[in-house]
């Protein structure tokens, strides 16, 4: 490097140690965490030719390739040589690895010579030197003297590769352009930037194969890679009760959970780390040893085995600088063909042939000139053409809205829809609702407004700023909140963008800290770690469960199960509690897998609806009650509790589903009936009856009461229904036992609180407080005046007002009918239609005239509501 010419720059090599790039230190007692003081990187010596190349003052335009596999130092050298510019930009794979090295870079140069420009992060200082980015957010049309790709090999990705591939032909420094990647990639830039000087790379350290091993007998300081959620936490799940607790790494998780279990990790609090391969890429730590629990993963299309290259990606995550690292399987899977051996340990792979290309001159005239320029075939042989990524299904999904067709109706419009479409949906899943979500926004921002309203906004996120449920809960509203990070981070969407980026930026950690605390409650027990070491070989200590629940560890009591869960002791020392708690920890995955099985075989006898919404088995409560579409057909939600996981959880989920359901049918049979024969009014009654669980007005039902055919109203009156002047109601669902079920399902359905307020059993008449007037109607109770009175007793009431000759006194037995005090009667009888006049023998009463009402047309009931589908139950006589 010419140094006269960077003489004010700051140069890696040239900062004292505490400026430098913070190196991992590996012990034989202890592991250094990234936050201890670090001495600066040691490389070995580069290649004959690197110097030359590398040192030496840089021509205008030089393109570099530096090529090897891991662990070879490529990115620290292209950030060394991007700080010895005046500018530069250096593209990353991953968001986690840009802000990771952008908090380097700072603490070499400040945080106002350096910006960080991200998806869902944008951090840009008045005017800096140097930006570091994610490949696909790189500020390409700001002019660097350098800059640089890393992992450019990526261009062979199906889902991302075009990205890549882009950047290689289009993206340059003014003084230098480099990109790091995989040597596999070599030929290929030959032939699409054949200017370009290839340098070569050698691994600081050796890679060797160990063979398979249990699960339960790896060393400390090693990975366990899997492919899916499934087969981590199952391995997750078998590491902490053998060793007492391992980080979890996904891809699913945020960078900021991923970074917390990397930090635990490194601090020695685990020695083990259970991942996907997600550690394959940038995720530099103490790893001694990887070993492969799986060799084959799904690629979005199939399953499909893993390639010598991704092996050895991942692989190489073993030794870091200059100490060597070993691979392997686990037992369960056998052992690696040699020939994939060899190619690991030597670095020798068979080269890219191809890579994935998507034209980037496109065509805003008009959406569907837009797509048309999307499907441009490749200019050159050694090019594919990329399948349809997620924006380009996005913007398909748009074309065919006219309404969207019609507001983009210029350039400026069609490239703002683009803009629109090419927000990630991190969740993966391409959703109808996200595609509504892309054309709410773009309706909007094509408003007379042209912003996205602040109190829609403000309701989205409030909806995700929530840190209840389990680990599945949270990585769905983290990847739901990374979606809005991004729309926040868009210029000129919204006003006071900075204060809506930082609100985002706050959900996602709060729910970032939310997750890793969860995944660590769940796979790391501290307890159980502490017994492993302290008692070393003495692992076969003797733990049982007695017929009461009694869980006894060396046959001391250290806790009891109460229905699935284990409750622990918290009398006696706490260091000798914890210590028998994580050994009585082995006994309890076999004693939950008994009694989940207890719990499917037992009788329907065995199980009890409590009032707070939760089913109880044997007494104990295992489940609650959750909204679902329809309020007789709530969801059931497994309680949590440890080891209950997986097939487990589901069991129990079947099992209590099957009960509810089953009770729901029994108490509602009369509404359940077939419905064969019946003409359309009738079918229409029965549906608003199912509505409010077996009671509706008679004023909402009138027109459907009178065009009810004479056989039809016989056969509903066999069916318990009653054809009152003030409701229509099935007579069976007023017993107390129902009322209680039918306030818990509403309940439950409208999320009202819980336990419902439900009438004492032979009450007639209560104060209609504390709920709304639809309440009511859901349990077999009216809303009248200040009063709930029952629909029997209130049709009881208004007919015995209906005979008296008016005007009329009230009396007792007025009163006694629907069980209230004299004095509380005049509000209910004027709600019934009746005006009062004050006479010397006290208030009478006279009908007020009603006018006829339009006779309403009859419904028909949906095919898809709850009781045309219980009508298809067949019930045991």
Known sequence: MDRGRHRNKPHLGSLSPAHQFPAIRITAKRTATLADPAPPLAFPPAPPDLPAIMTARAAAGRITAVLGPTNTGKTHLAMERMLGHASGMIGFPLRLLARENYDRIVRIAGKGAVALVTGEERIVPPHPRWFVATVEAMP??????????????????????????????????????????????????????????????????????????????????????????????????????QRGG?????????????NAQVAMYQAGEVDYMVATDAIGMGLNMDLDHVAFARLSKFDGRAPRRLTAPEIAQIAGRAGRHMNDGTFGTTAEIGGLEAEIVEAVEN???????????????????????????????????????????????ALEALARDPDIVRRAGSRGRVRLLWEVCQIPDFRKVMSEHHARLLGQIFRHLTDPEERLPE???????????????????????????????????????????????????????????????????????????????????????????????????????????????????RAGDGETVRTLVAAANRVLPGEIQTRVQALADDPDEAFRVDPDGRIAWRGVAVVRLAAAETALAPRVEPLPVEFLDGVLRETVRRRLERFIRGLVAGVFRSLAAPVDGLAGPARGLL????????????????????????????????????????????????????????????????????????????????????????????????????????VDRLESFAACLRTRQAPFTLDGALASRIGLRLADLPPVVRALGYRSRETEGGLAFTPIPRRPRKRAEAAEAPSDHPFAKLAGIEFAQ
Not at 707 to 717: I, K, T, V
Request: glycine fraction near 6%.
């Open 347 to 393: 670095h020798r792979f068979d080269p890219l042939r191809s890579v994935w290309w998507r034209n980037s001159d496109l065509d805003f005239r008009a959406p569907a000139l837009l797509l048309r320029s999307l499907g441009e075939r490749p200019p050159l042989p050694v090019m594919r053409r990329a399948g349809e990524a997620d924006d380009q299904q």
């Open 455 to 569: 109190d829609w906004v403000a309701r989205q996120l409030k909806a995700l700023d929530r840190t209840d449920g389990e680990i599945d809960a949270l990585v769905q509203r983290i990847a739901h909140i990374r979606t809005w990070t991004y729309i926040t981070h868009r210029p000129n969407w919204l006003d006071e963008a900075a204060q809506w980026q930082e609100r985002a930026i706050g959900i996602e950690d709060r729910l970032s800290d939310a997750l890793h605390d969860r995944i660590t409650q769940r796979f790391v027990d501290r307890r159980s770690a502490l017994l492993v070491r302290r008692l070393g070989a003495a692992r076969d200590l003797a733990a049982a469960i007695t017929a009461e629940g009694e869980v006894r560890v060396e046959g001391v009591y250290v806790g009891e199960m109460r229905g699935l869960a284990f409750v622990p002791d």
């Open 687 to 790: 549906y608003r009856l199912g509505e409010r669980l077996g009671s509706v007005a008679a004023a909402e039902v009138e027109g459907l009461v009178a065009s009810l055919a004479p056989e039809d109203r016989r056969r509903l009156s066999r069916l318990g229904v009653r054809f009152g002047r003030e409701t229509v109601y099935v007579d069976r669902l007023l017993k107390p036992a129902a009322v209680g079920l039918r306030a818990l399902l509403w309940s439950v359905y409208r999320d009202l609180p819980l336990p419902a307020p439900v009438p004492p059993p032979g009450r007639l008449s209560v104060a209609a407080t504390g709920t709304d007037a639809v309440f009511w109607d859901a349990i077999g109770y009216r809303a009248v005046a200040s009063q709930a009175i029952r």
């Open 140 to 241: 390409l049309d700001r002019k660097v003297e350098f800059l640089a790709v890393d992992e450019i090999q990526l261009m062979a990705d199906p889902e991302r590769g075009h990205v890549f591939t882009d950047r290689l032909l289009h993206a340059r420094g003014l003084s230098e352009t480099m990109f790091i990647g995989s040597d596999t990639v070599r030929p290929l830039l030959r032939k699409l930037v054949p200017e370009a000087e290839i340098i070569a790379r050698p691994r600081f350290s050796t890679l060797s194969y160990t063979g398979p091993r249990k699960v339960t007998r790896l060393p400390p300081r090693s990975a366990v890679v899997a492919f899916s959620v499934a087969d981590v936490f199952e391995l997750a799940e078998l590491v902490r009760r």
């Open 246 to 258: 391992t980080a979890v790494v996904m891809g699913a998780l945020s960078p900021r959970a991923r």
